[in-house]
């Protein structure tokens, strides 16, 4: 008998393998040895069919629930096809159109454009959309500001590189002056700007301690300005939206219990801000933005094991920012899905970079 040379037997696995999980994606339902043999045009033998699946089976890319059922892809089955779609990332140029549509060009917060953008993602995949806004402790400071407000009242304005912006009340230990306020906000704004937002605190206190002792109640205003920077700074923001997506297409998650813990980590967010920290920690800025996809147990969430992730780190010249990206079923288009996470992730970047030109051209004038 014919001995077939190795790389032609790995070459019939692959393609056997590339288009079942094809098929159970397209149609979720498990393929037998007899439809692939009617329907595969692969031009192979039910023998060399059935021989073949049992290895791809033994080595743990298809799973058989009973000996009369067909074959499902295992995540170790998804991860092959997804490796496989790494060059491949089709999204329709109509497509694209459309989703650059729908950004509003005039959003100028980085708040309001990351939750637009969760929102667009969910919009369009039909799955769960998640951003992960940056982390403010990382940023550095465009501005800070008081608004007087009447007596003790002074509203807190802060404005990050990137576009971030917190505004908050307070209520000071003592009436400032107009003059208290406007030379605050001059000093600040002389020695602030481009200082880190965990820094900033430490770097005026020194400058302010050296002045002379006119500037005591200068240095109480900015001590309890900065102590409240350092405050609305510390937590991060995670936007999610389309979680009913996930519920409509409950089928595709599995049983009750399943979906209902899935539902119940998307609620939480914390633990999704935690999975999309350990993107951040992995990612290298020297390595040009590129998409990830985790599969089932790969998030590391339990709840998410009948899921796919699929994530992009976006970035601001070359500093990390965030990460942005889908949730939805193993089932997924990957090919769609891979390229929808890349090109809106392209157009985050292309916005934060919109701001930093027309700040230029502002401070040209």
């Given amino acids: 008998m014919r001995q077939l040379k190795p790389e032609v037997v790995q070459e019939r696995k692959r393609h056997l393998l590339q288009w079942i999980v094809h098929y159970f994606i397209k149609t979720s339902k498990p393929v037998s040895s007899?439809?692939?043999?009617?329907?595969?045009?692969?031009?192979?033998?039910?023998?060399?069919?059935?021989?073949?699946l049992q290895e791809l089976e033994n080595d743990g890319f298809l799973h058989q629930a009973h000996t009369s059922a067909g074959r499902e892809p295992t995540d170790k089955g998804y991860r092959f096809f997804v490796d496989y779609l790494s060059g491949v990332q089709r999204l329709a140029a109509a497509e694209k159109t459309s989703i650059e549509e729908q950004y509003n060009s005039r959003i100028e917060e980085l708040d309001t454009l990351l939750s637009e953008t969760s929102r667009l993602l969910s919009r369009v995949s039909h799955g769960a959309g998640i951003v992960l806004s940056p982390h403010m402790?990382?940023?550095?400071?465009?501005?800070?500001?008081l608004l007087p407000l009447g007596g003790r009242n002074v509203l807190g304005v802060l404005i990050t590189d990137s576009g971030m912006v917190r505004h908050w009340p307070i209520q000071l230990g003592f009436a400032p002056s107009a003059r208290q306020?406007?030379?605050?906000?001059?000093?600040?704004?002389?020695n602030i700007r481009g200082v880190g937002v965990d820094k900033a605190q430490t770097m005026v206190m020194s400058k302010l301690s050296r002045m002379e002792r006119e500037f005591s109640e200068l240095a109480s205003l900015a001590g309890e300005l900065l102590t409240e920077v350092g405050r609305v700074a510390t937590p991060e923001s995670i936007y999610v939206e389309g979680a009913d997506n996930i519920l409509t297409r409950a089928d595709q998650f599995g049983d009750l219990q399943t979906v209902q813990s899935l539902m119940r980590v998307i609620g939480e967010k914390d633990r999704l801000a935690v999975m999309l920290e350990k993107e951040l920690a992995e990612d290298d800025a020297a390595v040009p933005a590129r998409v990830r996809v985790r599969i089932g147990a790969e998030s590391g969430l339990p709840e998410l094991r009948n899921a796919s992730v699929i994530t992009h780190v976006y970035r601001h010249g070359d500093r990390v920012l965030g990460v942005l990206g889908v949730i939805g079923s193993k089932r997924m288009e990957y090919s769609r899905m891979i390229g929808l996470v890349d090109f809106v992730g392209r157009l985050v970047e292309a916005r934060l970079n919109?701001?930093?030109?027309q700040t230029q051209l502002e401070g040209g004038k």
């Fill in 137 to 145: 402790g990382r940023q550095s400071i465009k501005r800070l500001e």
């Fill in 181 to 190: 306020v406007n030379m605050l906000n001059r000093f600040l704004n002389e």
């Fill in 34 to 52: 007899q439809l692939i043999a009617e329907e595969a045009g692969l031009d192979l033998s039910s023998a060399t069919i059935r021989s073949i």
């Fill in 354 to 357: 919109e701001w930093d030109n």
